[in-house]
């Protein structure tokens, strides 16, 4: 199976969006067997679904997302995780674990966000302006 995760330093990107650095893993036999990054630079959002599709991925692993992309993309048969925060490597070993869900804060340090974050990067403890979840419509 492979999953993608789009980065922001070493962490899961708080944002899903154009402008991406995706770290696409390889998992076979319940092991991370391979792992590269796949910059998706000057492509809309409207694209990504597609390029993830040409990656031959299963599942992307993710922070916010916008419904109507999310939606893409499961349209296109791959299983979306959004809401992670934490180091992209932490989010890998808790799939691998089979205890990674939507909505959750993944850490093997204990570190809050913010402690260990990119500089700039998620954790100060606001949450993101516009941010909403997917399947939670604002009438």
Not at 13 to 20: A, L, T, Y
Not at 22 to 33: C, E, N, R, Y
Not at 106 to 119: D, E, F, H, W
Request: glycine share 14%; net charge positive.
């Amino acid at each position: 199976m492979r999953v993608a995760v789009p980065l922001y330093g070493d962490w899961v990107s708080p944002r899903f969006g154009s402008d991406v650095v995706f770290l696409i893993a390889s998992i076979k036999g319940g092991q991370l067997h391979e792992g590269q990054t796949v910059a998706a630079r000057n492509l809309g959002p409207s694209q990504l679904p597609e390029l993830l599709v040409s990656l031959k991925v299963a599942k992307v692993i993710c922070g916010g997302i916008q419904h109507e992309l999310h939606r893409a993309i499961e349209r296109r048969g791959i299983d979306v995780i959004w809401g992670i925060i934490g180091p992209a490597s932490d989010a890998l070993a808790a799939l691998l674990e089979g205890s990674l869900h939507s909505d959750q804060f993944v850490s093997r340090s204990g570190k809050a966000p913010g402690q260990s974050a990119p500089s700039g990067g998620p954790g100060d403890g606001r949450p993101l302006q516009g941010a909403r979840r997917p399947g939670k419509e604002t009438l």
